[in-house]
């Protein structure tokens, strides 16, 4: 029996499927188009904090967020259901698709919030949440988000210091996005007493000067 906590071979992945997920465009809080390419100055990044329920509501109320949506990425099987995923045997974790603006919020800025709202020395897990879906990740999809990226996992490493573990978050290029069925998007907004398993180290970074 797998261990949840284990990431599993390619070779034993689940098969998936090749048609996708079949999910609503409008972003039930803010319109926007939950599958647009970025245009102009706008970016995409792939985040994974636990559970993707709480951590989208983060996302979409910075400034400078177009769009989120949440889905699968990081892993084997093609075109995942959530139960399969919740499995192991796909190697996915949860993970929120944010497209931003870059002229109003910069991958760091936005990196600063994915960092302090969550743990992200845990490994496999999140808090209560175990197993490999709820690993901590960044996805990116160019070389300048990379070093980016690789810095600020720098940065906040130095601030948690000694007293914490060391980040055990994946920083990888982006693969495939699959997205995660309707009833996942925004659910915190249509569900405002739903589960909400986000939580920090308590670590902050410190305010601009």
């Known amino acids: 029996m797998l261990d949840k906590q284990q990431m599993i071979a390619p070779e034993n992945a689940l098969p998936g499927r ?21 245009s102009g100055n706008q ?67 936005l990196l600063k919030t994915f960092w302090e709202k969550h743990d992200p020395t845990q490994g496999m897990r999140q808090g209560n949440d175990r197993g490999t879906q709820y690993r901590s990740a960044i996805y990116v999809f160019d070389d300048q988000q990379m070093q980016v990226a690789l810095q600020s996992k720098r940065d906040y490493q130095v601030l948690l210091g000694a007293q914490h573990d060391e980040i055990t978050t994946e920083v990888l290029s982006a693969s495939n996005y699959y997205y995660a069925e309707n009833y996942h998007q ?20 410190p305010p601009e000067k």
């Open 18 to 38: 090749d048609v996708p997920m079949a999910i609503d465009d409008t972003h039930f809080v803010n319109h926007s188009s939950l599958t647009a390419a970025p």
């Open 43 to 109: 970016q995409q990044v792939l985040l994974g904090m636990g559970c993707f329920w709480g951590a989208e509501r983060v996302f979409w109320q910075l400034d400078g967020v177009v769009s989120t949506s949440v889905g699968y990425a990081g892993g084997y099987t093609p075109n995942p259901t959530y139960e399969e995923v919740c499995t192991g045997h796909t190697g996915h974790t949860e993970v929120v698709r944010v497209v931003f603006d870059s002229d109003k919020l910069s991958l760091q800025e």
């Open 186 to 205: 925004q659910y915190l907004a249509k569900n405002p007493d739903g589960y909400c398993g986000i939580g920090g180290t308590g670590v902050c970074f």
